[in-house]
Structures are given as C-alpha cells and as structure tokens.
C-alpha cells in the first residue's frame, strides 16, 4: 500500500465515523422521541441553520473578528512573555507564578470587571478571548527555548555567537513544533472566550444570539449556534495545521512504516 492510498483510507474512515455519529444522533432521536426543546436532531439544526442564515451571517462575522483580534493579540503577548520567561531565570520564578494564578481564574469572573472598565460590546470579548489564549502560547515557547540543548548553547558561544544569535537562530527555530501546537490550541479557548463575553456583555455576535434563543426556548437556534462555532473552530485549526506543516515538517512523525 502507498503512502497517498493509506492517507486517503484513512481520511476516509474518519469521514466515515463522524457522519456515523450524526446518523446515530438522528436516529436516537427518532427512536426515543425525544422532544425539540432537549435535543433537536441533526436534520433539524441544519435546516434552522439554513433558513436563518442571512439572521446569523452579521454575527458569525462579529464573533470571527473578535475572536481573530483577541487571538492575534493573545499570541503577540504569549510570545513575547513566553521568550523572556524562556530565556530568563529570574522572570520565570517571578512572572510564572503571576500567569498560573491568573489563569486559573474562571475568565466568566473577569469579564464583568472588563464591562465595568471598558462598557459592553466588542472591547470586553477581545479582551477575555486575549486572556484565555495567550497563557498556551507562553507555556509553550517558555518550554521550547528552556529545553535547548546547554551542549549546544556552548559550542555557539564558543564559535562567538552572542545570545541574540542563539535565541534567534537556534531557539526560536526550535520552538516552532510547540509553537503551533499551542496555536491550535489557543485558537479554540480564544473562541470560548469570545462567545463567554458575547453571552454576558454584548448585543451581537453568536454568543448573543445562542442565549436570546434559550430565553426563548428555540434550542435548534442554540445548536445552530454550536454547529457554527465548531465549523469556525474546525477550519481555523486545519489552517493552522496546514500552515504547521511546510513550516514545521522536519518535526512531524511520518508514517512509513505504517503505511508498509
């Protein structure tokens, strides 16, 4: 079996098993009868998602703006921290500490001090999708540039490279695996953040839209919501795999042997 025709059976498998899954939720659902307003089929959500598309269209671009602003500024901010703090003993005892408390804040108790700052609307969602994102980018650059070889670190100084050159030529090349992984990460907690705000403090975007239509009990609505955001959530990431592959493909694992 080649490469390409092991890739595309399992490709294949999982497509597979994923409308398996949508099959079995509306089967489920037709069986057991159950009711619209606990859970809506498949068919059902996708048919709401259809005929109010148009409604939705100016809200899936709001929360993909916000989102996409607080993510940019997240990552900004988790590779600049993430560089000192790798790079510097005294700012990881001193500023690690600080982003471990500050993360494990639940970000729904942030967001109303962001309104009480900056008022609702757009300012609090970018803010709180900043906030939950930024924290994997640092804890993975921080790991990438503290795991560099001292071995190596001596021979460059011996050959007269500053630290400069090491941290630009050898560190941050090496981070770039855990780099992108963080990034896949970091885009999906950066949506949540996004939706968290929209639902709190805003009048747009699907986060609003999602808790206006369970005030009004239309819960295929709700889901059409969820279906949105894992759409979004799923591109994003394929993305950024895509992206992580001609950047990072001397790091990726191949699969010969498997495929053999």
Known sequence: MTMSEFNIRQKAWSAGLIVLFFVGWELFCLVTGMSDLILPRPSQVLATLFAKF???WPHILQTLATTMLGFVLGVA?????GAIIGVSKVAYDTAYPLLVGFSSIPKVAVVPIF???F??????AVLTALSICFFPIVVNIATGLATTEPELE???KALGASKFDILWNVGLPRTMPFFFASLKVAVSYAFVGAVLSETVASNRGIGNVMMTASSNFDVPLVFAGLFVLAFLGVVLYVVF???EGQVTGWATRKNDL???
Do not use: Q, R
């Open 54 to 56: 148009w409604i939705l």
């Open 77 to 81: 901010l988790g590779v600049v921290l």
């Open 115 to 117: 309104v009480l700052w």
């Open 119 to 124: 008022g609702s609307g757009t300012v609090p």
């Open 154 to 156: 001596d021979v460059l």
């Open 241 to 243: 795999s895509l992206i």
């Open 258 to 260: 498997v495929a053999t």
